[in-house]
């Protein structure tokens, strides 16, 4: 379970990047965090992750506070970003093996990294292919293959779906409606408003870093979430 309390971030310069977050995203739910760039989304993310120390509250994993439990909380975590950081001299199966070890699995073999990489849909013809000659949609998906590898209860993952095709993206959103059925929390930061409508069980939209609309699956349905989401970004946040 992820659960934000109060977090705030103020950067140096003054920006209030995120102001008193309250949210909790539980066990077999994918919660998607809607918002324009600079809205807080990242930042959350960050947070999450203890790569910055938030102003005040507290972000918690699994009921353990980040700032207190560094190292305890990382390994309950899986992260995917944007632009997935992967060896592009190294082959597919080559970076799962050497981030599963980072991750402290000392027995990996390779049946098991060509299990998970045909979970994610990766062609077989692939997996031995140096990651510098892929698509943004291969590397997305060795990215997720090693997410899945660490086999945490909790992902977070950032704008998953900028770049890839549609046939991509909604091979993504499949497994990721798997993962919850797994019992996964899965908080996911984006613009794709389709995708949130199609897989979201709850929709939040953030504004100059503050939560300013939060729904459930049967609440967005009924409505049009891009007029929602478009009348949100016009008003001001008072």
Same mark, same amino acid.
């Given at each position: $379970?992820?659960?934000a309390i109060?977090?705030?971030?103020?950067?140096?310069?003054?920006?209030?990047?995120?102001?008193?977050?309250?949210?909790?995203i539980?066990?077999?739910?994918?919660?998607?965090?809607?918002?324009?760039?600079?809205?807080?989304?990242?930042?959350? !993310?960050n947070?999450?992750?203890?790569f910055?120390t938030?102003? /005040?509250?507290?972000?918690?994993?699994?009921? $353990?506070?980040?700032?207190?439990?560094?190292?305890?909380?990382?390994?309950?975590?899986?992260y995917? /970003?944007?632009?997935?950081?992967?060896y592009?001299?190294?082959? @597919? %199966?080559?970076? !799962?093996?050497?981030f599963?070890r980072?991750?402290?699995?000392?027995?990996?073999?390779?049946?098991? +990294?060509? +299990?998970?990489?045909?979970?994610?849909?990766?062609?077989?013809?692939?997996?031995?292919?140096?990651?510098k000659?892929?698509s943004?949609? $291969?590397r997305?998906?060795?990215?997720?293959?090693c997410?899945?590898?660490?086999?945490?209860?909790?992902?977070l993952?950032?704008?998953?779906?900028s770049g890839?095709d549609?046939?991509s993206? /909604?091979?993504? $959103?499949?497994?990721l409606l798997h993962l919850?059925?797994?019992g996964?929390s899965?908080l996911? +930061?984006t613009?794709?408003?389709?995708?949130?409508? @199609?897989v979201?069980?709850?929709i939040?939209?953030m504004?100059?870093?503050?939560?300013?609309?939060?729904?459930?699956?049967?609440?967005?349905?009924?409505?049009?979430?891009? %007029?929602?989401? !478009?009348?949100?970004?016009?008003?001001?946040?008072?």
């Amino acid at each position: $379970m992820l659960q934000a309390i109060d977090l705030t971030k103020r950067y140096e310069d003054g920006q209030l990047a995120l102001d008193t977050l309250n949210l909790e995203i539980r066990p077999g739910e994918i919660f998607f965090l809607l918002g324009a760039n600079g809205a807080g989304k990242t930042t959350t !993310l960050n947070l999450f992750l203890n790569f910055i120390t938030p102003t /005040s509250g507290q972000a918690l994993i699994n009921g $353990m506070e980040v700032r207190r439990f560094p190292l305890e909380t990382k390994r309950e975590v899986a992260y995917i /970003s944007e632009n997935v950081m992967l060896y592009g001299d190294f082959t @597919a %199966r080559e970076n !799962l093996e050497f981030f599963a070890r980072l991750d402290g699995k000392k027995r990996v073999t390779k049946n098991d +990294c060509y +299990c998970f990489m045909r979970r994610v849909g990766l062609q077989e013809e692939a997996f031995e292919k140096r990651l510098k000659t892929f698509s943004k949609g $291969m590397r997305q998906k060795v990215g997720l293959a090693c997410v899945l590898m660490k086999e945490t209860d909790n992902i977070l993952m950032d704008e998953p779906t900028s770049g890839l095709d549609p046939k991509s993206a /909604s091979e993504l $959103m499949q497994i990721l409606l798997h993962l919850r059925d797994e019992g996964k929390s899965i908080l996911l +930061c984006t613009h794709d408003l389709l995708r949130a409508k @199609a897989v979201a069980d709850r929709i939040g939209i953030m504004k100059e870093g503050r939560l300013v609309m939060l729904r459930t699956r049967d609440a967005f349905r009924e409505d049009d979430l891009e %007029r929602i989401y !478009l009348d949100y970004m016009q008003e001001a946040v008072l």
